[in-house]
């Protein structure tokens, strides 16, 4: 049973466009709610969370809102960047166990 | 001085061989993590320690046995490799100080077994 789960792939924008990334969920049981940027040949780096008590985390270009009720999660990029060009995970958190989805390659193009 | 690191980078090898790989980690972290990347990219957690002690362990074949010799280091050996269990092995490591469960991970190690 895939807890998390993030339905596309893929998603291509225009640089200086929004980028939205989609995430669900089915165990209401989290803590934390966390979004990882992964380059090829790296691990994932940590970008940004939101506490399951809230419903909207914001750093820089970087926007997280929480829809509790619809189990859902999202990652608002903007405006997106070339460099912002990567695979992109979301991840939920309880009790130091982490459980992430299988990630969405964004392209940003020039 | 990288935060966390895995050694080797790669490792392609024969089925039935044993293996090693190695992680370490320099953030003073009390907790790390091994992880699974298959081709279908999921990222699933096989095996977490914390002070050396082992704290989750998932459904993984005991032909898997981490070894934590001091909370700076997890190695992952694998028994008689399967050709199933090529994939990218992520180490991670986390302080139980931040309750976000963020996590440090290393560039990986690609294991190819032919």
């Known amino acids: 049973d895939q807890q998390v789960k993030q339905n596309s792939p893929s998603l291509s924008v225009q640089e200086g466009r929004i980028s939205i990334l989609n995430c669900d969920y089915t165990n209401s049981m989290f803590d934390y709610f966390l979004w990882y940027k992964k380059y090829p040949a790296e691990g994932p780096t940590f970008l940004i969370s939101?506490?399951?008590?809230?419903d909207k985390n914001e750093d820089g270009r970087f926007t997280v809102f929480l829809n509790k009720s619809a189990k859902h999660l999202s990652l608002h990029i903007v405006p997106s960047q070339p460099g912002d060009s990567a695979v992109y995970f979301c991840?939920?958190?309880?009790?130091?166990?982490?459980?992430f989805g299988d990630g969405t390659t964004l392209t940003v193009k020039p | 001085d990288t935060a966390v690191s895995q050694t080797p980078k790669y490792l392609v090898t024969q089925m039935g061989n044993d293996k090693s790989i190695k992680c370490e980690q320099n953030l003073g972290h009390d907790t790390m993590y091994w992880y699974k990347q298959d081709s279908k990219k999921f990222l699933k957690i096989m095996f977490s320690?914390?002070?050396?002690?082992?704290?989750i362990n998932e459904t993984v074949p005991n032909r898997f046995s981490p070894k934590s010799p001091d909370k700076a280091h997890l190695n992952l050996h694998i028994n008689s490799l399967e050709l199933g269990d090529s994939a990218v092995y992520f180490c991670a490591s986390r302080t139980g100080r931040d309750p976000t469960d963020t996590q440090y991970f290393g560039p990986g190690t690609r294991l190819t077994v032919l």
């Open positions: 991840a939920i958190s309880s009790a130091g166990k982490s459980t």
């Open positions: 320690y914390n002070n050396k002690e082992l704290i």
């Open positions: 939101i506490s399951s008590i809230k």
